[in-house]
């Protein structure tokens, strides 16, 4: 079975621009997460769905940040402007039905905001 | 606010030798995952654990739930270069219109051959 897909895997922007990072979970999951990992503050949940609704978006850092999953197969976070310390691997995670269930991850994408 | 706090945070050991890693909590936690990273990967699940004073094992993986369920750990026994990377514990609780999830920042492993 295909794991959790996300693209791109590498993204090197100019600051100031639109970021658009993708994701599509495992089919089946009904949880989402978006999760961005940098070594001062480690891994860091953004913001999840449950069955497409947003249901703890309160990682966001700030406006800029935005989240949406229009379909069960499919989600995206953007970044508008990005701004250098954007710069982190942003995950994408799936899980199944039930209050504890494994979470599956993504390769990853990595950003780099010059 | 919540947390899990893991120890240590970097580990370096020779190859051969047993490693430990602990991850503790201020409250009383329903159930305590462990995931592990290698460099450059994606964290991978290994284990859950529900029950109190709970031991699972997994070839050299052992993992235990306190009495208390307020810590966990994970004991590697016999080092191999295969085990480098960085595990982490993690509180995971999702449902209806909240959650509770929480992952410590990691004991990054090292092994010498």
């Known amino acids: 079975d295909a794991g959790v897909i996300q693209s791109p895997r590498h993204e090197v922007t100019e600051m100031g621009q639109e970021v658009t990072l993708r994701c599509k979970p495992i089919?089946?999951?009904?949880?989402l997460f978006w999760y961005r990992q940098t070594m001062m503050r480690g891994l860091e949940l953004l913001i999840y769905?449950?069955?497409?609704?947003?249901?703890?978006d309160s990682g966001m850092p700030e406006d800029r940040f935005s989240a949406k999953m229009p379909n069960a197969s499919f989600s995206t976070l953007k970044i508008q402007p990005s701004e250098p310390r954007d710069s982190a691997v942003y995950f994408c995670?799936?899980?199944?039905?039930?209050?504890?269930?494994?979470?599956?991850f993504g390769d990853g994408t990595r950003l780099s905001i010059l | 606010g919540q947390q899990v706090m893991q120890i240590p945070q970097y580990q370096h050991v020779q190859e051969g030798e047993d490693f430990t890693t602990y991850c503790n909590s201020s409250?009383?936690?329903?159930?305590i995952q462990w995931y592990k990273q290698r460099p450059g990967g994606h964290p991978v699940f290994l284990i859950q654990?529900?029950?109190?004073?709970e031991v699972k094992k997994q070839k050299r993986l052992t993992f235990q739930f306190g009495e208390a369920k307020k810590n966990s750990s994970l004991h590697i026994t016999a080092t191999q270069t295969t085990d480098v990377g960085t595990y982490f514990c993690?509180?995971?609780?999702?449902?209806?219109?909240?959650?509770?999830?929480?992952f410590g920042k990691g004991t990054k492993l090292s092994v010498k051959p």
């Open positions: 995670a799936s899980a199944g039905e039930g209050s504890n269930q494994p979470q599956h």
């Open positions: 089919s089946g999951h009904d949880y």
């Open positions: 769905f449950n069955n497409n609704v947003p249901i703890d």
């Open positions: 409250t009383t936690l329903s159930n």
């Open positions: 654990l529900v029950k109190s004073g």
């Open positions: 993690a509180r995971l609780y999702y449902g209806g219109s909240q959650g509770n999830l929480i």
